[in-house]
Structures are given as C-alpha cells and as structure tokens.
C-alpha cells in the first residue's frame, strides 16, 4: 500500500472514530432523565446551574443600564396573562408575607396602602424578555430591602413569590432580591399598574430575565430551601440572571 | 507523485470541531430567535415546520448557552495557534489581496483563463477566511453582550446597547451561513484531493 493510501485510511479512520466519539456525547449529555425540571435534559441543566454560579458572583454593585423615562401612561409590552386569572379588587387585596416556610413562621397581612406608605423608588430602565424583546420601562415602587427593614424580615438563602391564584411561582436567590433595583411595583410608567401588568402589585427585578418578574403578587415567603419556579419546572433557567 | 503537506493537525482538529459547535449554535440560536422573530424577510413559517423549530425556546436557550463555551474555547485556541504557528501569515490579507480579489472570483466563474498568483490560500480565500475570524469573534462578544447585558454593561454599551448588540448577533449568524453554503460548495468544486488534505493533511502532487 502506498504511503498516500496508508495516511489517507488511517486519517479517515481517525476522524470516523472521532465524529463517533462526538456524537456518542451528544447523546450523553442531552439524554432525557426524570422529566421533573421541563423538558431540558439533567446533564445540560447543570450547565446552566454552573453557568448561574459563574455569573451569580459580582452582582450587587452592577446596575441594570438606567434609561430615559418613556412617555407618561405608554402601555407597557405584555407577554401572556399567566397568574392574571383573577381581577382583584385592590380594596380588599392583602400581601400575605411569611417569615419563612415553616408551621410558626410570622404572618403579616400587608394592604396596598400601608406599602404605599413606605419609601417609594423610581428608576427607568430596559425590560428584557427570554423571547429576545427588550423594552424602556420605569417604574416605582418599594425596594425590597426597604420592604424586609420596615418589617424586621429576616434574610435567607431564597424568597418565593406567588401570584394570587397560585397559578404562577418564582422564587429568587437572596442576592438578587437584596440589589438595589429589586422592586415591589406598583406602578409602571407613571400609571398604577394596570391588571395586564400585574396590578395592584408586582415584582420587578431587571437583573433577570421577565419570566422572574411574578404579576399580582398574593403571596411572599422566605426558604432556606429553593421554593419551586413555575418557568424553571417548564425548562428554563432557574436563575435567569442577565 | 507525491505527498506534499498542506494543513497542520491542530488546524484540522479546530476546523472540524468547529463544524458541529458552530452547527449546533447556529440551530440553538434560531430556535431563541423564533421567539420573538422581528427582523422582516427571514425565515417563513415553511422553514420554521419543516425543521421542528416551532417552541422550542426553553431547549435552545440551554444549549446555546451550553455549547456556546465549546465554540469559544476553540476558537480561543484556534487564535492562539494562527499567532503563535505564524498561520496568519498565509491567511491575513496582504496589499495584492485587494488586487487579485476580483480576479480571483472572475476566473472561479470560468469568465478569466488565468488564476492569479497565489500561495497556499488565494485572495479570495484570505479576505473570506478573515471574515470569518472577525464574525467569530464578534459573535461571541455580540453573544456575551445579549446574554449578560447587566454583568456586562459595558460590553453591550460598546455595541451601541442590547437591540443593537442582539441586531449584530443576527447577522452574524446570517454571514457565517452565507459563507458556510459558498464555503462548501468550493470545497465540492474543488475536489478530492482538495478535501482529503482537510482530513489527511496533505496533498498529492502528480507532477
């Protein structure tokens, strides 16, 4: 066999062993597992969980870029209604807080003017979506670290947030919910929130993505264990930082 | 007859790997993209059924982000090596690129008998090949400034913003298709002996 024919099989060879190698992996490391985390495959998830610690490190000092205020009552973009399945009549709507998950954690029963009553933060900045949108939005509301100081709250490793018919649930890492554009909104673009958006009250957290963002909060807890998230059990990101 | 070396093995194990990396980016990004498809004229909804792109957003968003360090770390040794072999020598454009870059492409389409003088890559060769090292590269920092915008402000401010920085990414992925599908369709006009040195390494000589 000539030297041409000699390196041309072994190359070929070579390279069909390693496309196969290749390929072997990509099995490996897409395979379905239990299915209780959407439809992403558990291999490629704690990419994305390592990813999260890689980028959860720095950011408390890193602002989300601040914007020009868009023009007073300009209908903030929407995407989808989910937890928006009831009205509610901000009269009677509490914000049910719990110091924790536990049996004897501390209750409070918050009404909408007692949190309008705290120090009130306004900021204008971009509103990211996972679809790919972005959009400028401003907002007020109550800081969230000035919400967990005017009521003695406790920190811990995660806070969950549950839209009022249950139907929606994130929850965040400490850190995140601590930096200092983490609001609970109240109002958006100059308006009270308007139902489409999350009225009476809605987080707005643009260090991530919108899907973090819960609408119409009914409920707040805070867990030393990671409370379930309603996108992330659908296949997205849990941490959904930007 | 006979062998003459043409392309180094750490070219030829960072070009192939490149392949399914920047196949696999390219599906997972439009798979991203079909969620919010804005720029007008790309991909009819034929397309979009005919390769099961339809909500798949979750999935796309996991493997981008996962493969995406595959992609840049080879790339990120491809560089390393194109300074340190001395390969930009042969592929970095030089002044008589600009020159015989349209004859070049005259005498590819049959219409000039004479092929410029060249060395181991033809103008052509080095000012596309360029490209794509400057559409690598700006993919994934356009990459890094859509993905972390807040981490990495000031990464996206340098691409004139998020829209702009996700508008780049864009066509980016839309240029390295186009040179993918004219990249391939050279390779299949040049032949055998052309394609087996991608592989095997070298070339044969019949002189």
Not at chain 1, 160 to 170: F, I, K, R, T
Not at chain 2, 99 to 105: E, G, H, Q, S
Request: aromatic content about 14%; charged content about 20%; glycine content about 8%.
């Amino acid at each position: 066999m000539s030297e041409g024919r000699r390196r041309t099989l072994l190359s070929f060879s070579v390279f069909a062993l390693g496309a196969g190698i290749l390929f072997a992996a990509w099995c490996w490391w897409t395979a379905p597992g239990g299915g209780e985390e959407g439809d992403i495959p558990p291999r490629l998830r704690q990419v994305l969980e390592w990813n999260s610690r890689l980028w959860a490190s720095p950011p408390s000092h890193r602002l989300s870029v601040l914007k020009p205020e868009p023009p007073a009552g300009k209908i903030p973009r929407t995407n989808g209604d989910l937890g928006l399945k009831n009205v509610v009549d901000v009269n009677l709507w509490r914000l049910e807080v719990y110091s924790d998950d536990s049996a004897d954690a501390r209750h409070l029963q918050l009404s909408l003017a007692e949190l309008r009553a705290l120090p009130r933060t306004t900021f204008s900045t971009e509103f990211r979506c996972v679809e790919g949108w972005s959009e400028d939005m401003s907002f007020a509301g109550i800081k969230f670290t000035d919400f967990m100081k005017a009521y003695g709250l406790q920190s811990k490793k995660y806070v969950a947030l549950v839209s009022v018919d249950g139907e929606y649930y994130v929850s965040i890492d400490m850190e995140s919910m601590e930096h200092e554009q983490t609001l609970l909104a109240y109002e958006m673009n100059g308006k009270p929130l308007l139902h489409q958006n999350g009225a009476p009250l809605r987080l707005v957290i643009p260090i991530k993505y919108g899907i973090k963002n819960l609408k119409q909060i009914g409920k707040i807890y805070f867990s030393d264990t990671r409370p379930p998230d309603y996108w992330a059990e659908q296949g997205y990101d849990w941490f959904a930082g930007l | 007859m006979r062998l003459v070396e043409k392309h180094s093995l750490s070219l030829r194990i960072v070009h192939w790997l490149n392949v399914p990396f920047l196949c696999l980016m390219i599906w997972s990004g439009i798979l991203i993209y079909w969620a919010n498809d804005e720029y007008p004229g790309f991909f009819p909804d034929w397309f979009y059924s005919a390769f099961h792109i339809n909500n798949r957003l979750a999935e796309g968003m996991a493997v981008h982000f996962a493969v995406g360090w595959l992609f840049a770390l080879n790339g990120f040794v491809y560089l390393l090596w194109f300074f340190i072999s001395g390969h930009w020598r042969e592929l970095l454009p030089t002044t008589s690129t600009f020159r015989y870059a349209w004859p070049t492409v005259m005498h590819d389409l049959g219409l000039h008998p004479v092929a410029p003088p060249q060395g181991k890559f033809n103008a052509m060769q080095r000012l596309v090949y360029t490209s794509v090292i400057v559409l690598c590269v700006l993919g994934v920092l356009s990459g890094f400034a859509i993905y972390k915008p807040v981490q990495l402000g000031w990464l996206t401010a340098c691409f004139g913003g998020y829209r702009a920085a996700r508008f780049m990414h864009f066509l980016v992925m839309i240029s390295l298709s186009g040179i993918v599908v004219l990249h391939v369709l050279q390779v299949v006009r040049a032949g055998w002996n052309n394609f087996r040195a991608m592989i095997a390494g070298f070339e044969v000589d019949d002189e």
